[in-house]
Nanobody, 128 residues
Framework: QARLVESGGGLVQPGGSLRLSCTASGLAVDGVGMAWFRQAPGKEREGVSCISKRGIATYYSDSVQGRFKISRDRAKNELYLQMNDLNPEDTALYYC?????????????????????WGQGTQVTVSS
């Protein structure tokens, strides 16, 4: 059974950095498309970044482009999201997601319905 467990969330000041981790079991992180999503209270879940199967491509939302970086560690079977220059608008519950056909394009990869497997989420709060 596939399982995704996020970690690394917490409270950080504006301008700070944080690295989220997604530990996977039951699947290989480089054998599927994977993504990070986030959801703030009262808002729809939005795609943050995704990485395609075998690392063919990566995509980012306009709001995080240049500040966030998605990556994988095949040996540890983990997915990461390095978040730099954080601002209060980044405050949300962050989710890791995976699917055999996830991240086939930017529009598809940043859309929640593209993913079958989801983690429980980790809270990121950016506040002074």
């Amino acid at each position: 059974q596939a399982r995704l467990v996020e970690s690394g969330g917490g409270l950080v000041q504006p301008g700070g950095s944080l690295r989220l981790s997604c530990t996977a079991s039951g699947l290989a992180v480089d054998g599927v498309g994977m993504a990070w999503f986030r959801q703030a209270p009262g808002k729809e879940r939005e795609g943050v970044s995704c990485i395609s199967k075998r690392g063919i491509a990566t995509y980012y939302s306009d709001s995080v482009q240049g500040r966030f970086k998605i990556s994988r560690d095949r040996a540890k079977n983990e997915l990461y999201l390095q978040m730099n220059d954080l601002n209060p608008e980044d405050t949300a519950l962050y989710y890791c997601a995976a699917d055999q056909w996830g991240c086939m394009s930017r529009s598809q990869g940043l859309d929640p319905p593209a993913y079958l497997d989801w983690g429980q989420g980790t809270q990121v709060t950016v506040s002074s």
